[in-house]
């Protein structure tokens, strides 16, 4: 069964609205055979009904009635495709500003950002935005796909010139990893079979880049955190004494014997035994959701943190953290808002706005008094319960939160942690 | 059989592996933030799966929440067979709302031309307000269909169980987000990235049950609107219809009116593996009659509280 060892990588798309995100999506599931007859039967009866002179495969992903009626993608669309070592799970997010929110949700878990730009118009603000909205989000692996080459006769110089503009640009951020491919997603070219008329272009094929690209190093297997989500304990006669604390490992391996510190009660303790389902396991590391059990009786509960003693994370209340703003009433300080983090809610009041991010110049306006819809910037935070948390650069689970208007009970803004 | 071996020197999970780790955090996450959660058990392969996750989340403990089901009248025998074997194996509480009631109480009205699937969002809507479920999991995946594509694991229900797809709550990392007001619900799908193939990998690697009709078997059926449907007294034959016996098999198992069958001899889970692996048509598209009225017949029904 090929699915038990196949391993996996989560990519997104991004860029401005029109540049081909999904276009290329429908090329990169239609050219690896991933797309089922009836599917592609539905979408080339409506573009040939709407009059398109080729089929739209922009259709094959924009699944909702006002994305076909507009043209446009609104909010992410999850699509999966394997290829004998690799299964990948797409999120095509959409280019328009408006949907920034919807771009944040698909790229949060992605191992890899893929940046489109139109060949005949280069970087724009928005695809400045969204590279800048990957590198905050720490999306290990970049590609810049330079698209539409069918458009400006696949010329170098126009790829040259645009791969140049955004190394400059990128020097400014953190992209550890970057790959630069032209390609024409409606042609076809460099997708999954090599352009017949790029012969300047040495480099991969966006396929053979996403089958080939290394993701296993990219988790924190040193510093152990175990948030416990979920107390089990059975109440039954045959498990009478069981209680498990039950979540998914958030960094680092542990194994039964290890000296444990549960925060932020501070009390210790040693790992007795860790369950998977029914079996004992002798270690658990990233992203396993396993049971572990202690030696003492000390007094544990969802929202608390299992550390190792000599690493672990401090508790605060002072958080100082990067903040996607989605909605449409501004931030500001002294607002009171819920956050989570991790398995731990609590709330949280606005002390300050550092300063805002120009995306377009990465300039910090220290000026600012607010952060708007869409808008990024540099934010301190009181919380009324300790956090128990790392800087987002070492680890994107506990590094991350979320917050929400306690009045809606709508998410809007997107933290990662500074430190 | 686990393919989870006891060291691993490269701390590497399968993405299976990291499938089930994912759908068991938001098993989790959801009995510890809900009041009052339920599970939806159609007895099919995609509900099994769920109910396989939910046992792994919990063990030793009993799942903490009942399973509901919506019973059409036209269900398969075999199917909800296999849905009393899991539920008392597993000993958790069934709540079986049914459309026939629904209809008899005049909870939906059967004007005859509305099918039993239609039938079942009001049915499944006034079941959920009447127990007071405040989250609903739901065997829903994104590869099955281009609505569903686009829905978070979390999805948000209004006071009439709609859906918004234009104004879904952004969904970030693993924070899920399960705020409610009164009278709303919450839909959850932790199954919602694993593929059609995932979902028989790990049956397969589970040795569950699973209905017999999803293996080849022989069964008397005829041809309509290109699907070939189960001779039944719920479903008489029109003018031209002829039903004769093949050789055949369920790719998905709902309302069995509207659920066609593929030919097929795959009759080990093995089998159907290599059979999904070569499909060139959806499962839906290829057996669900409810799906192919329009390219956003699935979008309507899930706008108004479809599964
Ligand atoms: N000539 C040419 N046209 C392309 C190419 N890629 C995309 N297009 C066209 O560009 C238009 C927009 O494509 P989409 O794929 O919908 O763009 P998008 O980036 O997904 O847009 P949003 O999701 O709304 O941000 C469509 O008309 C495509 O057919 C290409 O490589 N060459
Ligand atoms: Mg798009």
Partial sequence: MAGTNMDLLRFATAGSVDDGKSTLIGRLLLDSKSIFEDQLEAVEATSEAKGYDYTDLALLTDGLRSEREQGITIDVAYRYFATPNRKFIIADTPGHVQYTRNMVTGASTADLGLVLVDARQGLTEQSRRHAVILSLLRVPHLVLAVNKMDLVDYSQEVYDRIYAEFTQFATKLNVPDL????????????????????????????????????????????????????????????????????????????????????????????????????????????????TIHLEDDVDVSRGDTIARIKNAPTPTQDIDAMICWMTTTPLQPRQKLAIKHTTRTGRALVKDIQYRLDVNTLHRDQETRELGVNEIGRVTLRTTVPLLADPYSKNRTTGSFILIDEATGVTVGAGMING | MQSMSQTHSDYRLSQLDQLEAESIHIFREVAAEFEKPVLMFSGGKDSIVMMR??????YPARIPFPVLQVDTGYDFPEVLQTRDNWVDRLGVKLIVASVEQAIADGIVVDDGKTSRNRLQIGTLLNAIEENGFTAAFGGGRRDEEKARAKERVYSHRDEFGQWDPKNQRP?????????????????????????????????GREGIE????????????????????????HNPLRDGEVAEERTVRFRTVGDLTLTGCVESTASTIQEIIEEVAVARVTERGATRGDDRFSEAAMEDRKKEGYF
């Fill in chain 2, 53 to 58: 996750l939910a046992e792994k989340a919990f």
């Fill in chain 2, 171 to 203: 969904e970030l990392w693993n924070l899920y987000n399960g705020r409610l007001h009164e009278g709303e619900h919450m839909r959850i799908f932790p199954i919602s990235n694993w593929t059609e193939l995932d979902i028989w990998d790990y049956i």
């Fill in chain 1, 179 to 290: 790959e630069v491919i032209p390609i024409s997603a409606l042609k076809g070219d460099n997708v999954v079979t090599r352009s017949e008329h790029m012969s300047w272009y040495s480099g991969p094929t966006l396929m053979h880049h996403l089958e080939h690209v290394h993701v296993a190093s990219d988790r924190d297997l040193i510093d152990a955190r175990f948030p416990v989500q979920y107390v089990i304990r059975p109440k039954s006669d045959e498990f009478h004494d069981y209680r498990g604390y039950a979540g998914q490992v958030a960094g680092g391996v542990l194994k039964p014997g290890d000296e444990v510190v549960v925060l932020p009660s501070g009390m210790t303790s040693k790992i007795s035994r860790i369950d998977l389902f029914d079996k004992e396991i002798s270690e658990a590391f990233p992203p396993m959701s396993v």
């Fill in chain 2, 210 to 233: 699973i209905p017999s009709i999803y293996f080849s078997h022989q069964r008397r059926v005829f041809q309509r609107d290109g699907m070939l449907l189960t001779e039944s007294e």
